[in-house]
């Protein structure tokens, strides 16, 4: 496993970036770095799967493993999602973890990733300009 981490500081509140990042409007836009189209679907509780997929219904699914509102959300990756069909996949701890740390009105976003080597350039390629994506959406939304 390859350990992956990204930052930005975001100058908006958490509860704003929060947002951002996960409600469905928004996640498709700045999710665009990584696939036009992108979305998910399910819940954002504790527990739950979630699926991240393409307009193609491509993807990944995903198990929730922490989440605090507002500050913190894990998720391991379970395996891939083909034309709508699910295929376990053995990652091994193949994690995706968001962190806001708010000081003073301006937010500390950390992305730390663990993925196996075959994903690591595409992350390093394409996080960066996710991340911009959410602090324009969070700077200047409404």
Known sequence: MEKLNFDIQI???????????WDDFSFRQWTSAF????????NLEEGNIVKFLDPKNNGM??????????EEITFLHLGEIHEGIETPRDWGEATEKYVLTENENITHLHVEIN????????????????????????????
Do not use: C, D, M, R
């Open 35 to 42: 696939t036009e189209g992108s979305f998910y679907q399910g």
């Open 61 to 70: 699914y995903s198990k929730i493993v922490n989440l605090i509102p507002n």
């Open 115 to 142: 993925t196996s080597e075959e994903f690591k350039p595409f992350f390093e390629e394409k996080f960066p300009n996710a991340l911009s994506n959410v602090k324009h959406l969070s700077e200047n939304q409404l």
């Open 11 to 21: 100058n908006a509140e958490a509860i704003k970036v929060w947002s951002v990042l």
